[in-house]
């Protein structure tokens, strides 16, 4: 057999590789698309989160599709309508009250009975008495009276601890007199409102405390309109704006510089027309010039009574002003006839003396004290739980 010639061996080398290269071809071919994939099945506690127990899963919506709308932009959470607040109720809010007028008030009543139950009363102990009383503004008249009758009482029955404590509790409790009517006046006869008019000097809560009367009125289910006599500071109006929306009580006020007495006017037409229980009427007080203070305040109470019988005067007090308050008080009772005293910032006086010093003064009891800045930090003054919060 002849031998074939050196090309046809390269011939058939080359068919094989050719045949070769398309079989792989086929193959990869196969493997990439050709047939159905099966995914990888991944080990599920490696990719789902485990299930959280401390809260249900998050409801998750598809934003719902707007025809020519930006997809991309993030949904706008509506404003929620305001929700009224429901003032504290009376009850809760005494006890908390009672226990920060012992906090303020707790330093004068220990000083007192650390200093009648030495084993010896001599003249130094009751001058240091004495001078405790009137550190803590009781005055000096009413100080002279329960020294007094103080020693007095302990030399004739005995000055033991336990019965000295009960001699001082019942001697402050005279001094701080039990008997006025404290009770506030906010009903009207004749089927009108009853219609506070609340006044004193710029600063001492007088806002505050209308807004504050207001929702104890809400509590006790009355219904309230109050208005912004105030038209000296426009932020006073404001300020009793918010405290009425959050309660739902309406606020008749004017424009800054309006005479204050025909906003008051408006307001207590107002609540007649609305039949409410009661008007509340909160009014400026600059002192600069007495004269002026009781125009202001005369024409006020006079135009009101146009429609209706103002039925309680109040004047607000600071008590941490000491003898400025004194003087505000008397200037204050000759401009309008002042019904009852509200001794604001009680909590941050430990002189909670000057109920007395304030009553005697003007002959009027105190009705109400503020013992915070809290909303609902305004309390009945009650002789026998402060004569208990000052002895501890
Ligand atoms: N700690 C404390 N602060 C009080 C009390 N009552 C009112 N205040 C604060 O005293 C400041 C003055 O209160 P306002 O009600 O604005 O005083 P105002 O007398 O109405 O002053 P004008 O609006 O300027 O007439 C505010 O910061 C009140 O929060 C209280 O009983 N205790």
Redesign the pocket.
Known sequence: MDALPGWTYVLIALSILAVIVVAVAISVSLRAGGGKSVPPSAPTDAVTPPPRTDQEAPEVTAPTEVPGQEAAAPPVPEEAAPTLERPEGTASRLVRLRQRLSRSQGALGKGLLALLSRDKLDEDTWESIEDTLLTADIGVAPTTELVDNLRTRLRVEGGEAGHARQVLSEELLALVNPDLDRRLQVTGEDGKPGVVLVV?V????????VGKIGRILVAEDRSVVMGAA?TF?AA?AE?LGTWGERVGVDVVRGPEGTDPASVAFEAVKEGIARGVDTVLVDT??RLQNKAGLMDELGKVKRVIEKLAPVTEVLL?LDATTGQNGMIQARVFAEAVNVTGIVL?????SAKGGIVVAVQRELGVPVKLV????GPD?LAPFDPQAFVDALLG
């Open positions: 004193g710029n600063g001492v809560g007088k806002t505050t405390t105030d500071r006073a300020q400026a007080g607000v604001t910032k009680l909590d941050g503020g013992l915070g800045e930090d």
